[in-house]
């Protein structure tokens, strides 16, 4: 069993940036593919970026401005989010994709206002 803990968000005014972080409880280079999701109010869970090795992908909404990473030595895996907007207020989450239910941990909130 491997807990997963968010920490980074906060608030933040339009066009800033935040860098999230995911502190695994244990190795999580056997994971595979990586993925940070997010849930807004009302909407549900959607996932925003993955990583695979060195690979990487990302929804449409967030190209260009996100970049996820890991560093399976530190059982860790970020989220630099640059240019922020007000609709990528949301709960953040990581786990892996596809997701393990029992690894939800309780996310790290992003609110993106003036």
């Known amino acids: 069993q491997v807990t997963l803990v968010e920490s980074g968000g906060g608030l933040v005014q339009p066009g800033g940036s935040l860098r999230l972080s995911c502190a695994a409880s244990?190795?999580?280079?056997?994971?595979?593919?990586m993925g940070w999701y997010r849930q807004a109010p009302g909407k549900q869970r959607e996932l925003v970026a993955r990583i695979t090795g060195g690979r990487t992908t990302y929804v449409d909404s967030v190209k260009g401005r996100f970049t996820i990473s890991r560093d399976n030595a530190k059982k860790a895996v970020y989220l630099q989010m640059n240019s922020l907007k007000p609709e990528d207020t949301a709960v953040y989450y990581c786990?892996?994709?596809?997701?393990?239910?029992?690894?939800w941990g309780q996310g790290t909130q992003v609110t993106v206002s003036s």
């Open positions: 786990n892996s994709y596809p997701p393990r239910e029992n690894y």
């Open positions: 244990g190795s999580i280079a056997s994971f595979g593919t």
